[in-house]
C-alpha cells in the first residue's frame, strides 16, 4: 500500500482505526475524519507510529459542505485520494414504536446519506484524476437477520448495500471498484458500548455466534486490507460478511 492515500471516516475509534493502524503499517498515508477532535488527534499519534503521513479532519459526514472539505484537503495534502473507506456510523437501541423521528434522521443521516455524500466526492475525485480507486462501505449482518432496536440502522445499513452494488456496476467503466465488509458482533467497539453494554446482553449475543466468540477489530482490518488492495483487483460489487458464522445461526432444535 506504499503510496496509497486512503480516506477513513470514523477513523478515530473501533473498527476504523484498526484499518487506519493496518493501512499505515502496510505503507499508506492516512487521512480520518469524524467529529471528534481529540480522538481524532490522540488515533493520528497512535497511527503515525509507522511513520507515515497521518491527516486529521474534523467533519460531520452527515454535512456535503464539510465531506467536500475533507476531500479537498486530502487532495491538497495527498496530491489525490486513492481509497475511501465509508466507517462511520451511529447507532443505538431504541424500540421502534419509541422511536423519534429525530432519532430515525441522526442514523440514517449518518449511515446512509454520509456515505452517500462521501461516495460522490470521492467518486468525481476518481474520475478527475484518471486513477481509478476503490470504495470500501462497512455494512452489517443485520440487514440479512433483522435485528429488533435498531430499525434505523437496520435499513440504513441496507441502503449502503445497494449503493455498494449500484456504484460497483456504474463505476466499474472508471475503474473504481466498491466493496462491502459486514460484520458481526465485533469486541472493544462503539457497538459493543452502544449496543451490548451489560453482561446479559454480551451473553445473548455470544450465544448466538457458533464460533463461540465474538470478531476482533484486527481481524477486520485484514478482511479491509486484502479488499482495498491489487490482491482483490477483480473483485467489485461484492460483499464480504465476518461474524463467525453468526448470522447463519438460527438456533435449531
Ligand atoms: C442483543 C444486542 C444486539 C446485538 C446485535 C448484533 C449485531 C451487530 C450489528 C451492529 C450494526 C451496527 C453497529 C453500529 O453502527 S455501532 C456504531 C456505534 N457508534 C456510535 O453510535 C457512535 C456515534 N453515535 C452518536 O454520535 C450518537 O449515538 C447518535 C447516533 C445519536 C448521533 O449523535 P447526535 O449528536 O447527532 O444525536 P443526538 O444526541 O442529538 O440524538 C438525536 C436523536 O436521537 C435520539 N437518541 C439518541 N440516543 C438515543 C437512545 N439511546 N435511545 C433513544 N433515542 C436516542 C435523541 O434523543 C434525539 O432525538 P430527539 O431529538 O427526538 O430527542
Ligand atoms: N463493532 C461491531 O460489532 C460492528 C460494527 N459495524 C460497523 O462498523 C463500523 C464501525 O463501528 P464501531 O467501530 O463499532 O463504532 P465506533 O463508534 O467506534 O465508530 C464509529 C465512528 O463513526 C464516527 N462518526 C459517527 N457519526 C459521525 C458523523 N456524523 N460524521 C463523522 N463521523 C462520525 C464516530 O466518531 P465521532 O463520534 O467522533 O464523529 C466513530 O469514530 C460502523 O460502520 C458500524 O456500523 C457493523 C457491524 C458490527
Not at 497521518?54 to 495534502?77: G, L, W
Not at 462503539?190 to 454480551?202: F, K, R, V
Amino acid at each position: 500500500m506504499e503510496g496509497k492515500s486512503i480516506i477513513i471516516t470514523g477513523g478515530a475509534t473501533g473498527l476504523g482505526k484498526a484499518m487506519a493502524m493496518e493501512f499505515a503499517r502496510l505503507g499508506a498515508d492516512i487521512v480520518i475524519a469524524s467529529r471528534n477532535l481529540e480522538n481524532l488527534e490522540k488515533a493520528a499519534k497512535e497511527i503515525s507510529t509507522f511513520n507515515n503521513k497521518v491527516i486529521v479532519t474534523q467533519t460531520d459526514v452527515r454535512s456535503p459542505e464539510q465531506v467536500e472539505k475533507m476531500v479537498r484537503r486530502a487532495v491538497e495534502e495527498n496530491g489525490k485520494i486513492d481509497i475511501l473507506v465509508n466507517n462511520a456510523a451511529g447507532n443505538f437501541r431504541v424500540p421502534s414504536l419509541d422511536m423519534s423521528v429525530n432519532a430515525w434522521n441522526s442514523v440514517v443521516d449518518i449511515v446512509l446519506h454520509g456515505t452517500w455524500y462521501c461516495s460522490q466526492e470521492v467518486g468525481r475525485q476518481m474520475v478527475f484524476q484518471k486513477t481509478g480507486g476503490n470504495i470500501l462501505n462497512i455494512g452489517s449482518t443485520h440487514v440479512w437477520s433483522g435485528n429488533p432496536g435498531t430499525a434505523h440502522s437496520t435499513a440504513a445499513k441496507a441502503g449502503v448495500l445497494a449503493l455498494t452494488k449500484t456504484l460497483a456496476v456504474e463505476w466499474a467503466q472508471e475503474n473504481i471498484r466498491v466493496n462491502l465488509i459486514a460484520p458481526g458482533p465485533i469486541e472493544g467497539t462503539g457497538a459493543a458500548e452502544q449496543l451490548w453494554s451489560t453482561p446479559e446482553l454480551e451473553k445473548a449475543v455470544l450465544n448466538r455466534i457458533p464460533s463461540g466468540r465474538m470478531g476482533t477489530p484486527k481481524e477486520v482490518a485484514y478482511l479491509a486490507s486484502y479488499l482495498v488492495s491489487d490482491y482483490a483487483s477483480y473483485v467489485t460489487g461484492s460483499s464480504f460478511v465476518i461474524d463467525g458464522a453468526g448470522h447463519l445461526n438460527k438456533g435449531g432444535v
